[in-house]
């Protein structure tokens, strides 16, 4: 089965600075997408960035980019020039052939002035 | 992009009852839907699969004569919690995503939040 884990419960980064968030998966298969969502407040879940495994760029979306390291299993997102609407919860997931996304337990992240 | 509505957001029931969530892709077909229950300050959980003209594929651990799943269209799937209990309370999700495009891309509804009193 597949894992996703997420050590980092919480962090906190100042407005306009850089943060990283830390995705680690397990599985077998060769052929996924690994995602980070962001779960605002108000619940609704929204996609943040996409990485398809067969690719070896880095996806990236305007201030948001992610580290994937294939052979290590590791995807981190990296958040540039955060802003106060950053805040929420951020879910790394991982889809396979069966298309179930799998979650990893969160990490909130609190924008700060 | 695409959407997926839910209703109702809130419900709040008596124990006993049961309760209908319904889930809507607005402007594409869904051929699968997936159902998720989130506890506060936790991640979802998928519960279940959800295949228009078929039974659902559930989770282990998940009674699926206590969350009855109903895929009776391509653009509606619905979730009822049956004889509702206190523990069933919880946040509630679907998620739908194109026929071919399920893997790359699934679109979030906005989530129904279930109070069993």
């Known amino acids: 089965a597949q894992t996703v884990t997420q050590s980092q419960p919480e962090m906190s980064v100042q407005e306009a600075e850089t943060v990283t968030l830390s995705c680690t998966y397990d599985?077998?298969?060769?052929?996924?997408?690994l995602f980070w969502y962001k779960q605002p407040p108000s619940r609704q879940m929204i996609l943040v960035i996409r990485?398809?495994?067969?690719?070896?760029q880095n996806a990236t979306e305007n201030r948001f980019s992610v580290n994937f390291q294939k052979a290590a299993k590791s995807f981190s997102l990296k958040i540039s020039d955060s802003q106060l609407g950053d805040t929420a919860m951020y879910f790394c997931?991982?889809?396979?052939?069966?298309?179930?996304?799998?979650f990893g337990t969160g990490t909130r992240l609190q924008v700060t002035l | 992009g695409a959407v997926v509505s839910q209703h109702p957001s809130w419900v709040i029931c008596k124990s006993g009852t049961s309760v209908k969530i319904e889930c809507r892709s607005l402007?594409?077909?869904?051929?699968?839907m997936f159902w998720y229950r989130q506890f506060p300050k936790q991640s979802l959980m998928l519960m279940a699969t959800?295949?228009?003209?078929?039974?659902?594929?559930?989770e282990q651990g998940v009674e699926k004569d206590k969350f009855l799943i109903n895929h009776a269209s391509l653009t509606l799937s619905t979730l009822t919690v049956t004889s509702a209990h206190p523990e069933d309370s919880s946040f509630y999700i679907c998620?739908?995503?194109?026929?071919?495009?399920?893997?790359?891309?699934?679109?979030f509804g906005p989530g129904t939040r279930l109070l069993v009193l």
């Open positions: 997931a991982y889809t396979g052939t069966a298309s179930k996304l799998t």
């Open positions: 402007d594409f077909q869904a051929t699968t």
């Open positions: 959800s295949n228009e003209g078929s039974k659902a594929t559930y």
């Open positions: 599985t077998s298969e060769s052929n996924y997408y």
């Open positions: 990485q398809e495994a067969y690719k070896q």
């Open positions: 998620s739908a995503g194109r026929a071919g495009q399920l893997q790359e891309t699934q679109y």
